[in-house]
C-alpha cells in the first residue's frame, strides 16, 4: 500500500530576497570589504536617510538591533528610578530595555479590539513616578486612539514612545508609525516586513535625541574618531552589510506591503462573517495596517495549540507566532510586573491565532489556509 503524498506546507512566513536582490547586495558588501568600510559608513547614512524619508521624520538612526533602538531611546530620555507605562500584550524587549535603563516597567492592559491600549487605560496607570508612555503597534496596526493618547500626554506633561517593531510604513490617517511621539523604534530581525538581518532603527523629529543616540550608540563617545567616552552606552553600531541589506528590504517595502495587503483582502472577504468559526481583527478606522501579522480571534474556550497541530498536520497550514501567546507578567522572567487585572491582555493572547501572511504568499496558498478553516469549522474544531 502507498502512503498519501505529503502536503507540499504552506509556510508560516517567508523571508524574500530575490535573485536580483542578492546579487545587489553581494555585489555591495563585496565593495565594503574590499574597501574596509565595514560599520559606520556611507550606507548607514544611506539607509537612515531613506528610512526617515519614508516615515516623515526628520531623523534616523541605524542601530544593531530593535532591542538597542528602545533601551538608546530610554536611556536618552533618562528612565532611572522611574515609572514606563508598556503594554501587558508585547514582545519582552519592551519591558527589558526599560529595566536595563534603569526604569520600572508598569503594564498596561490591552483593548481587544487593537490588541493596543486605549488612553483611558493610561490615565488609570498613571502616577506621580510615571515619566513616560511606550505604546506598541502590534501586528502593525495603529490604534485609532492615537490621537486622544497624544493629547492626554501633552496634558499630563509625559512623553510617548512608540516601539513600531511591527509596524514600517503602518500609518493611521496619513501618519506613520513611530511619528505620534517624542521618538519610534523599528526592528529589522528578520521575520518583521522588512529586514536588515539584524538591526533596529530610531526615528525622532528632535535634534537633541537623535544626536545623542548616535552617542550611545558607539559606546558613548564624544565622536566617531574620539576616544573620550561621555556616556554610558554600548556597541549598538549597525554595520555595513546589515545595511547594505536594510536597504535593498526598504527599496522593496511598497511592493512587498502592497502583497501583504492583497492577502489579507483575500482573508477579509472569506472570513468576516457570521459563520466561520474564526473572527478577523479588522484594523482599526483610518489605519493603513502593513500586515505584519492576520490575526483571527478564536470563539472561547478553542483549543489554539490542537487547533494549529491539526491545521498543520491535516493541511499543511503552519499558523505564524502569536502576537503575543502569554502577556509578560505570565514569563516566570517578569510575574513580579502582575497588577492583577490584566483580564484584557489574558483573553487578547489567549483567542487569538496568527495566518501565515508574507510578501510571496500567492493567491493559491492564502485559499489552502481558507479552506483549512472551513475544514476546521465543519470538523468541529473551531
Ligand atoms: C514589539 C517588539 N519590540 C521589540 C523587538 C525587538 O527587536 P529586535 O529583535 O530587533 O531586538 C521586537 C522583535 O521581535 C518586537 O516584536
Not at 574596509?36 to 516615515?55: N, Q, S
Not at 508612555?133 to 510617548?160: C, N, Q, S, Y
Request: net charge neutral; glycine share 8%.
Amino acid at each position: 500500500m502507498t502512503s498519501a503524498p505529503a502536503l507540499t506546507p504552506v509556510p508560516p512566513i517567508r523571508i524574500d530576497f530575490s535573485p536580483e536582490d542578492r546579487a545587489w547586495i553581494t555585489e555591495r558588501i563585496s565593495e565594503v570589504l574590499a574597501n574596509g568600510r565595514l560599520t559606520l559608513g556611507a550606507y548607514g547614512e544611506d539607509f537612515e536617510k531613506r528610512f526617515a524619508a519614508m516615515t516623515g521624520a526628520k531623523h534616523a538612526v541605524a542601530v544593531s538591533s530593535g532591542t538597542s533602538s528602545l533601551e538608546i531611546m530610554l536611556r536618552v530620555a533618562d528612565v532611572r528610578d522611574k515609572d514606563v507605562l508598556v503594554p501587558a500584550n508585547t514582545f519582552i524587549a519592551t519591558a527589558s530595555a526599560v529595566i536595563a535603563a534603569g526604569g520600572r516597567p508598569v503594564l498596561m492592559d490591552t483593548d481587544g479590539a487593537t490588541l493596543s491600549t486605549t488612553a483611558a487605560e493610561i490615565e488609570r496607570r498613571i502616577t506621580p513616578k510615571t515619566v513616560g508612555v511606550m505604546i506598541v503597534h502590534i501586528a502593525g496596526f495603529v490604534t485609532d486612539e492615537m490621537p486622544a493618547i497624544v493629547d492626554l500626554l501633552k496634558r499630563k506633561g509625559l512623553w510617548l514612545m512608540e516601539d513600531a517593531a511591527h509596524a514600517h510604513a503602518s500609518t493611521l490617517n496619513g501618519k506613520h508609525a513611530g511619528t505620534f511621539g517624542w521618538a519610534g523604534s523599528f526592528s529589522f530581525y528578520p521575520t518583521k516586513v522588512m529586514t536588515s538581518a539584524e538591526g533596529g532603527m530610531i526615528i525622532t523629529d528632535d535634534d537633541h535625541l537623535a544626536s545623542e543616540a548616535r552617542i550611545y550608540r558607539d559606546q558613548g563617545k564624544a565622536s566617531f574618531l574620539q576616544n573620550s567616552h561621555i556616556r554610558m552606552g554600548s556597541n549598538w553600531r549597525m554595520s555595513e552589510p546589515h545595511a547594505i541589506i536594510g536597504l535593498r528590504h526598504l527599496h522593496n517595502l511598497p511592493a512587498m506591503i502592497a502583497a501583504r495587503r492583497r492577502i489579507a483582502a483575500r482573508y477579509d472577504v472569506a472570513l468576516t462573517g457570521p459563520n466561520n468559526g474564526v473572527r478577523p481583527l479588522l484594523p482599526p478606522k483610518g489605519c493603513a495596517a502593513n500586515y505584519y501579522k492576520y490575526v483571527v480571534m478564536l470563539p472561547e474556550g478553542c483549543d489554539r495549540a490542537a487547533l494549529k497541530a491539526w491545521l498543520r498536520d491535516t493541511h499543511g497550514v503552519q499558523c505564524s507566532g502569536e502576537v503575543y501567546e502569554f502577556p509578560l507578567h505570565r514569563h516566570p522572567v517578569l510575574t513580579h510586573l502582575d497588577p492583577g487585572d490584566l483580564r484584557g491582555a489574558e483573553i487578547a493572547c489567549n483567542r487569538q491565532m496568527c495566518l501565515p501572511i508574507f510578501a510571496s504568499m500567492t493567491d493559491d496558498e492564502a485559499d489552502r489556509v481558507i479552506a483549512a478553516l472551513t475544514s476546521a469549522r465543519t470538523a468541529g474544531r473551531v
